[in-house]
């Protein structure tokens, strides 16, 4: 299966940002992916109104979505925002969504389940958290959907395993610090080895090495540092970008997760549901 890899830094700008996804996907579309995965906040980049930003972009980015979709034949995943129905006015929330769309139109949506409130940030004061996993199928091949912190909890991984999922997307806006690289090329490995899947993970391009972004940019923020990559259901890096936006196109070889299932079956020898 071919798939791409859309690293981008996306702005507080819709339009700019929409600009970057359809550019994107004619570049992997003529290469022949069928999939492109865009990281997590595609749809406006955090900070600032991000409430009011959503709910006047919200229409505009999910027509956008179809449009590029429908235009260039290919599968297009990427991180967006909906306001929270019945907000509390003085505070209002969004639900920060991971939306799956085809060539044809059909949308799936994947509503974040764990929220960044780590390192000093509180992405819950407005954000909505959702509740449930999400799976969906991409041309024959089942897709488990994640966001970002969620990669810190291997149940999750294990859980959409269970439901069939061979390839686990993680749409990431990586905050940067000491260590967090780091930090981000480990547990993408790791939830690779213990869900037998591969794992795409799509993370913004580093806001320093953007034309799309100010270099004063702070980057302890959840802005992305850049490093997306595939891990095999061995752990083995097949791909890995570096800091600056790009489009990857990578060949999955989807024989190796029923061979991971056989020579390590991390979830057949779970006790106690762990």
Known sequence: MRVALGQISSTKDLET?????????????QAGAVVIIFPEAAMLAFGGRLHDDAAAGKRRWEEGLARVAAQHEITVVAGGFTPEENTDPQAPRVTNELRVVTPEGQQTVYTKIHLYDAFGFQESEGVAE?????????????????????????????????????????????????????????????????????????????????????????????????????????????????????????????????????????????????
């Open 130 to 274: 959702g509740s449930e996993p999400v799976t969906v199928e991409i041309a024959g091949v089942t897709f488990g959907l994640t966001t970002c912190y969620d990669v810190r909890f291997p149940k999750l991984y294990a859980e959409l395993s269970r439901a069939g999922a061979q390839v686990m997307v993680v749409a990431a806006s990586w905050a940067g610090g000491e260590g967090k690289l780091a930090q981000w090329q480990l547990l993408t490995s790791a939830r690779a080895l213990d869900s037998n899947s591969f794992v795409i993970a799509v993370d913004q391009a580093d806001p320093r090495a953007s034309e799309f972004q100010s270099p004063d940019t702070d980057i302890t923020g959840p802005y992305g540092v850049g490093f997306s990559r595939v891990v095999s259901p061995f752990g083995v890096t097949v791909a890995e970008l570096g800091m600056e936006p790009a489009v990857e196109v990578v060949d999955l070889d989807l024989s190796l997760v029923e061979k991971a299932k056989e020579s390590l079956p991390i979830l057949k020898n779970a006790k106690l549901g762990y």
């Open 17 to 29: 940002n929409l600009k970057q996804v359809s550019s994107a996907a004619e570049r992997a579309a």
